[in-house]
């Protein structure tokens, strides 16, 4: 289901780009840019909370990725229903999309780097018997 999704989500956003080529030319700069700032925000505000809550590793990384990427395929879906895929609002929505499959790949690339203890300790996810899980650093 993970590839099937996202050749969903990137037939999504292809779309909407595709009807809005020329709005996004001529705004992407200012879009991406503040795309890009909403969206670290985002990174940091799912991890520093779960870590605030002293949850597992393993659980900060999931709720670090699920709140920094949002649903744009759905935002989009609702901008073409309800909307009549307004230029402006699709345009942000595809930008949002294209820009979380850049960054939802490169914070688990850089997590995955992280585990193998290419950038710095070494953090490993294990389970115990009862099948919860808990990050630990050894």
């Given at each position: 289901m993970k590839y099937f999704s996202i050749i969903i989500f990137v037939g999504f956003v292809a779309v909407a780009l595709g009807n809005n080529w020329q709005n996004f030319l001529d705004y992407v700069g200012l879009v991406m840019l503040v795309v890009a700032v909403q969206n670290a925000a985002a990174f940091l505000l799912g991890y520093g909370s779960a870590r605030a809550?002293?949850?597992?590793?393993?659980?900060?990384?999931?709720?670090?990725?699920?709140?920094?990427?949002?649903?744009?395929?759905l935002g989009l879906a609702l901008i073409f229903t309800f909307f009549g895929g307004l230029g402006g609002m699709a345009l942000v929505a595809a930008w949002w999309g294209v820009w979380h499959i850049i960054a939802g790949l490169g914070v688990a690339g850089?997590?995955?780097?992280?585990?193998?203890?290419?950038?710095?300790?070494?953090?490993?996810?294990?389970?115990d018997p009862a099948g919860s899980r808990e990050g630990y650093t050894p």
């Open positions: 809550f002293s949850m597992p590793s393993a659980d900060r990384r999931a709720i670090a990725i699920e709140v920094g990427i949002q649903n744009s395929g850089m997590l995955n780097l992280l585990d193998r203890g290419v950038l710095g300790s070494r953090a490993v996810v294990r389970e």
